[in-house]
T-cell receptor, first 115, second 114 residues
C-alpha cells in the first residue's frame, strides 16, 4: 500500500475562497482522522470517522469547516470561507482498531496558506 | 478536555549526551504512543505502551508508562544527529473512550548537534 495520500501538498489561497483538502486512507483501515498542526497549538484533532461515519467533530473550530467521507477510500476537509488564521499544516491519518491499541498512519500533510 | 503536557518544549544537545522527555496528563489513558516527526512529514509511530509500569526499549530509546497510566517518559541514550526531530506523545482512549481516538501532546523539539 502507498500509505495515506493527501492532496494537494501545498495550497495558497486568498481570504474568502473555498479550500478543499483531500485524503485517501490506507485500504482496510476503519478509522480516519483529520488533524491541524500549528506552532502555537501543536497537533489538534479536528474530526474523526469510523467506518465512514463521523464520530467526534468537537475539534472543528467553526462552521466554516466541514468534513465528509463518502466512502471508505476518500475523505475531504472543506473550509469555506477561508481566513488567514486557518493557515496551518493539515494532516489526515488512518488506523485499524485492534486489540490493545492502534497505530495511526499519517499522510505527508497539506500546507495551507491563506493570504 | 484531556491534555497531554510535554517537557521540555525544546532541547538542544551534543552528540553522545543522554536526555529524557516527559509526557504528563491528569487523565488516564488506555494506552500511550510515542511518535517522531521530521520536517515536511507526518508523525511516525515509535512505540505503544499499554500496561501501567511497562518499560519498552527500542535500541537506544527507552519508553516507560506510569503506574497510573497518566504519564510517560522517553529516554534516549547517547543521542545522535539522526535523533533530531519533533517527539510527540499521544494518549488513546481514556475518559471519553473513543476507541482509536488519539490526543497528542504539546511536543518536544529535539536537536542533536555534532
Amino acid at each position: 500500500d502507498a500509505g495515506v495520500i493527501q492532496s494537494p501538498r501545498h495550497e495558497v489561497t486568498e481570504m474568502g475562497q473555498e479550500v478543499t483538502l483531500r485524503c485517501k486512507p490506507i485500504s482496510g483501515h476503519d478509522y480516519l482522522f483529520w488533524y491541524r498542526q500549528t506552532m502555537m497549538r501543536g497537533l489538534e484533532l479536528l474530526i474523526y470517522f469510523n467506518n465512514n461515519v463521523p464520530i467526534d467533530d468537537s475539534g472543528m473550530p467553526e462552521d466554516r469547516f466541514s468534513a465528509k467521507m463518502p466512502n471508505a477510500s476518500f475523505s475531504t476537509l472543506k473550509i469555506q470561507p477561508s481566513e488567514p488564521r486557518d493557515s496551518a499544516v493539515y494532516f489526515c491519518a488512518s488506523s485499524l482498531l485492534t486489540q490493545g491499541s492502534s497505530e495511526a498512519f499519517f499522510g505527508q500533510g497539506t500546507r495551507l496558506t491563506v493570504v | 478536555t484531556q491534555l497531554l503536557e510535554q517537557s521540555p518544549q525544546f532541547l538542544s544537545i551534543q552528540e553522545g549526551e543522554n536526555l529524557t522527555v516527559y509526557c504528563n496528563s491528569s487523565s488516564v489513558f488506555s494506552s500511550l504512543q510515542w511518535y517522531r516527526q521530521e520536517p515536511g512529514e507526518g508523525p511516525v509511530l515509535l512505540v505503544t505502551v499499554v500496561t501501567g509500569g511497562e518499560v519498552k526499549k527500542l535500541k537506544r530509546l527507552t519508553f516507560q508508562f506510569g503506574d497510573a497510566r497518566k504519564d510517560s517518559s522517553l529516554h534516549i541514550t547517547a543521542a545522535q544527529p539522526g535523533d533530531t526531530g519533533l517527539y510527540l506523545c499521544a494518549g488513546a482512549g481514556g475518559l471519553t473512550g473513543g476507541g482509536n481516538k488519539l490526543t497528542f501532546g504539546t511536543g518536544t523539539q529535539l536537536k542533536v548537534e555534532l
